[in-house]
């Protein structure tokens, strides 16, 4: 197992450098000059040239990758365009937002679809299970932004009782726990959103997997052993169906940085969605570099935690 | 006279479909005496697995539904237990081993934790009494290196070794009755006998009764000491084994001992009943047998004979046989 994880961490290098260059040249092939608004307009074209050159604007892309990825391994991202400031300051800034709402959200629905899934299994065609099914179905089809939109319309602007966009108050400096409340506030309606969207479709896998389950041989066998129901569906049946629950919550959370760039921007969420977003409307190279290879770096890994997981709930599989 | 440890008195099992309900199982009597083994055997689709289902009351809902009759547990009707009482009863007093050894274990426990589960459920065992017990369990139904075995998963065991292991659960609580629904069909022949030789020696050390369903004449012919022959839902034909083999009186039977491949010499072709079991949508009014019967009579197609005892306990369902029966009787 250690060993597995140590070739894993070790195959990750290359096909890291593999992403980075491809993303590297997407970028840099998209037409327009970022600098454009950088530079003051009354200089003349052959000042600007100058600068141009200087900066390393007119370098081969190789070049230009070259310089990019030796400064990058120094732990140097670069110098944001856009926000004239360093791109892994700005980054910082906003990943501790982001992480806060999907984090938020994927542990609420895990808790809440998970259980709605068992249940909904359990108890199929039940009056419970059509329920549940229908939520699920609305929550698949409906847009999250629409959704989003709805509540804000119904909600905050309607019946007032959120706040309709942002993080938190501007201008009140809430401090301490008063701060922290009014986070959570704000906090509200983006994780309804989040957790609604995500809840229905893990529920309709947990109810899936569950019922699959549920109609193998060994659950017979348990309750021929005389074992309760409660015992043979939370135990014997959904250790199982577990093995792949936890697969689809680990390769999920890959996205966690990146899954909700539509409810950020719909909420005006200052968190890394909205500003990957912004950084490729602008050109802005770096940020853009670094927030995509942040986002690959949390795909790969959670492609690992899922092998991983995989290996801890089910013992058919060992990585030898 | 043996003491009965299982009386089924009229059982009806019934399963509702999208094409309306079917009655797998019609009105049933079977007893199983104490210490004995009782062989159930019949075509795919007869209704032996859905009988032993009923037993254990274990019929899937909400489809199936037993819905009249009466199981007799050492004279409690376990139709009767509320499902608390009958958690009790199962993998206590009657267990049951299943068909496919492969997917009856479950994949993600240890041997050791599957069975210990049903010892520390029904006899409180703990801990290392527990383990230990385990153990003894296993070396008993003859798996080597049991206290390595006990901490393996069903995956690293064969077909065989993972059957061994369903017996040492199903027979960890002492059981009166064991029922076991094919147990061997899956195993290659080598290891059926000897899973059959560890059931064999088992029930006698114990003295557990065993209701062992097949299709394997053969099988019956070494294991069993009574035999009921089921055909589309109802028996046709019971009695001790030695009858039964030597003396079959129901033409179904007959068919079956007919088509042994063992009694077919080189070169000639196997014998067969010819036609397909009715559907269970579609039963004929009369005898269920009489479409593929090489004796139909007229009656045959009108009314459903009944089963009666002959010599011996011996019963058979066959107008042929009752006609006989009763023309012996008037001379």
């Not at chain 1, 250690?2 to 890291?16: A, D, E, G, H, S």
């Not at chain 2, 080597?144 to 901490?151: A, D, G, I, S």
């Not at chain 2, 089921?230 to 079956?256: C, Q, S, W």
């Not at chain 2, 080189?266 to 479409?291: T, Y």
Request: net charge neutral; hydrophobic share 45%.
């Amino acid at each position: 197992m250690k060993q597995f994880i140590i070739r894993r961490l070790l195959i990750m290098i290359p096909v890291f450098i593999g992403i980075s260059m491809i993303i590297f040249g997407l970028i840099h092939s998209t037409p327009g000059d970022p600098y454009i608004t950088m530079l003051d307009p009354n200089i003349t074209e052959a000042d600007r040239e100058a600068m141009l050159n200087s900066i390393g604007y007119y370098d081969p892309l190789p070049v230009k990758y070259i310089k990019w990825i030796e400064r990058a391994i120094k732990g140097d991202l670069g110098y944001s365009i856009r926000y004239k400031e360093p791109v892994a300051d700005v980054i910082s800034r906003r990943i501790g937002n982001t992480l806060l709402l999907s984090v938020t959200a994927l542990v609420l629905s895990v808790l809440i679809a998970v259980p709605l899934g068992i249940v909904s299994a359990t108890k199929q065609y039940s009056v419970f299970d059509y329920v549940a099914t229908i939520l699920a179905l609305i929550g698949l089809s409906i847009p999250a932004f629409f959704f989003a939109l709805g509540l804000i319309k119904v909600l905050a602007f309607d019946l007032g009782i959120f706040p309709i966009s942002g993080i938190e108050t501007t201008g009140a400096n809430y401090t301490g726990m008063k701060r922290v409340l009014d986070v959570l506030h704000h906090m509200a309606l983006p994780i309804i959103v989040l957790t609604f969207v995500q809840t229905a479709s893990l529920m309709r896998y947990t109810r899936s997997s569950m019922l699959e389950v549920i109609q193998q041989d060994y659950i017979r066998t348990a309750k021929a052993k005389g074992l309760s129901e409660r015992v043979v569906i939370y135990k014997h049946a959904l250790r199982n169906a577990m093995i792949s629950i936890v697969t689809l919550i680990s390769l999920s959370l890959g996205g966690l940085l990146s899954g909700a760039v539509l409810t950020e921007t719909v909420f005006v969420w200052p968190g890394m969605g909205t500003l990957v977003y912004q950084a490729i409307l602008n050109r802005d190279y770096p940020l853009v570099m670094a927030g995509t290879m942040l986002l690959a770096l949390c795909v790969l890994f959670a492609n690992l935690l899922a092998d991983i997981m995989y290996a801890v709930v089910d013992p058919r599989i060992r990585y030898e | 006279m043996d003491k009965n440890i299982l009386q089924i008195e009229g059982l009806v099992t019934e399963f509702s479909t999208s094409e309306g309900k079917v009655t797998a199982v019609n009105n049933i009597d079977l007893n199983i005496k104490k210490g004995k083994i009782m062989g159930l055997v019949g075509e795919s689709g007869c209704g032996k697995s859905v009988t032993s289902l009923s037993i254990m009351r274990l019929v899937p809902k909400p489809y199936g539904n037993i819905s009249k009759g009466k199981i007799l547990f050492k004279d409690k009707n376990l139709l009767d237990l509320n499902e608390e009482d009958m958690r009790k009863v199962r993998g206590n007093d009657i267990s049951m081993i299943f068909q496919e050894p492969m997917t009856a274990l479950n994949p993600v426990f240890t041997i050791g934790y599957q069975i210990g589960e049903v010892l520390e459920l029904h006899l409180g065992l703990k801990g290392k009494e527990n383990l230990n017990r385990c153990i003894g369990l296993l070396e008993k139904v003859g798996i080597p290196r049991p206290e390595k075995v006990v901490h393996e998963y069903p995956h690293q065991l064969s077909g065989g070794m993972r059957q061994r292991v369903m017996i040492a659960m199903a027979l960890s609580c002492n059981p009166e009755l064991l029922i076991a629904d094919e147990p061997t069909t899956a195993l290659d022949v080598t290891i059926q006998a000897q899973v059959l030789e560890i059931m064999k020696g088992l029930s006698k050390e114990l003295n557990t009764a065993i209701l062992l369903i097949t299709h394997d004449l053969g099988v019956v012919a070494e294991m069993c000491h009574d035999v009921a022959v089921m055909y589309a839902g109802r028996i046709v034909e019971e009695g001790n084994v030695k009858d039964i083999f030597m003396n079959p009186m129901h033409y179904y039977t007959k068919g079956l001992m007919a088509s042994r491949p063992n009694l077919v010499k080189k070169g000639e072709r196997l014998k067969c009943i010819p036609g397909m079991v009715p559907s269970l949508h579609n039963m004929p009014k009369g005898c269920a047998f009489e479409p593929r019967c090489s004796n139909p009579m007229d009656i045959c197609k009108e009314k459903m004979p009944e089963l009666i005892e002959y010599e011996n306990g011996h019963k058979v369902r066959c107008w042929a046989v009752e006609m006989e029966g009763n023309r012996n009787h008037g001379r």
